[in-house]
């Protein structure tokens, strides 16, 4: 049960049925700041949702930013209700490994969320994230507003001029309208935060982005 190239998006009608009767059950409690996992949120919070490779490393990288309430993974993007972790793998739902921010809008910003994402990954990679291949890493904004849109396209634009100074190419990140998120399995929910030295393969370009300061705590 695998595509036959697991780095080309697989067309709708050849995805896995997934099944639409059984949800992902996840913990109540976030396993390293205890908050909730999964909505209503409180006032104030906003979401994000953003895929940079294996989302062990990527979720860290945001339960340890500024004014981040909560955060969980999944996957996103693709065509597959409620997948498994091994179906997302097979490259047969579409999906990519997703991590979900819900953050507190008086304490930080959907521009700083941007900062973290450009600057832990190489989005210039396409299907893969260093040794990762596969859809299932590809980089990706899936925005929850028109204003997040407009925001993501605006740093990919502004991101893409230091990237090309420093000699890398066209940033591969699909950005489009968030979609349904599905929670990935419990023992993935802050994988990084009960297994310390379990791997993580988030490398950055080394390249500051340079958005959502001005904004920062607004």
Request: charged share 15%.
């Amino acid at each position: 049960m695998f595509a036959n190239n697991k780095t080309q998006m697989i067309e709708p009608a050849d995805a896995l049925p997934g099944r639409t009767d059984q949800v992902m059950r996840v913990p109540e409690a976030h396993f390293v700041n205890g908050n909730p996992m999964s909505g209503p949120w409180p006032d104030g919070c906003e979401v994000a949702v953003v895929g940079m490779g294996c989302f062990w490393g990527a979720e860290r990288k945001f339960w340890q930013a500024d004014g981040v309430y909560t955060t969980a993974v999944g996957y996103a993007g693709g065509y597959t209700p409620n997948p498994t972790y091994e179906e997302t793998c097979s490259g047969l739902t579409g999906h990519t490994e997703v991590v979900l921010v819900v953050f507190d809008t008086a304490k930080t910003s959907y521009e700083q969320m941007l900062k973290v994402f450009w600057e832990n990954h190489n989005p210039t990679q396409g299907m893969r994230q260093g040794n990762d291949m596969g859809t299932q890493y590809r980089s990706a904004v899936y925005a929850t507003s028109q204003a997040q849109l407009d925001a993501a396209l605006a740093s990919q634009q502004v991101f893409q001029e230091q990237l090309s100074a420093a000699g890398y190419g066209p940033i591969t990140t699909e950005i489009a309208p968030t979609g349904p998120f599905y929670f990935a399995e419990p023992y993935h929910q802050q994988y990084l935060g009960k297994n310390p030295n379990g791997y993580c393969g988030m490398g950055g370009t080394g390249v500051s982005c340079p958005i959502g300061v001005a904004s920062a705590g607004n």
